[in-house]
């Protein structure tokens, strides 16, 4: 990734790996989007999220987006790690 790309789509222990090796530089950050939010601790991913949020990488300012069909405990403890002044917007669905 010699270029700046406008978005980056990866598994948290992908991005981490990219960070790390100075593959990615996400200084210019906008927005973090993470789907599937009630799957990233299930899946192991916790010490790589926090690795993340913790280790530098990320500017102060940008927006983050967690994205979840269901609001687990995995997703509470995500928010707590991910989002500062969270607000909650449910869409309800119906045949």
């Not at 090796?21 to 993470?34: D, G, Q, W, Y």
């Not at 927006?63 to 869409?91: H, I, W």
């Amino acid at each position: 990734m010699s270029e700046q790309p406008d978005i980056i789509v990866a598994t948290p222990a992908r991005a981490l790996n990219a960070l790390q090796n100075k593959s990615i530089f996400l200084a210019c950050l906008e927005t973090l989007v993470i789907d599937e939010a009630d799957l990233v601790l299930s899946y192991g991913h916790d010490e790589d999220i926090r690795a993340i949020m913790d280790g530098g990488f990320l500017p102060k300012v940008y927006q983050s987006f967690l994205m979840s069909a269901t609001m687990t405990k995995d997703v509470e403890e995500l928010k707590g790690l991910v989002l500062r002044n969270p607000v909650r917007a449910s869409l309800l669905f119906s045949a």
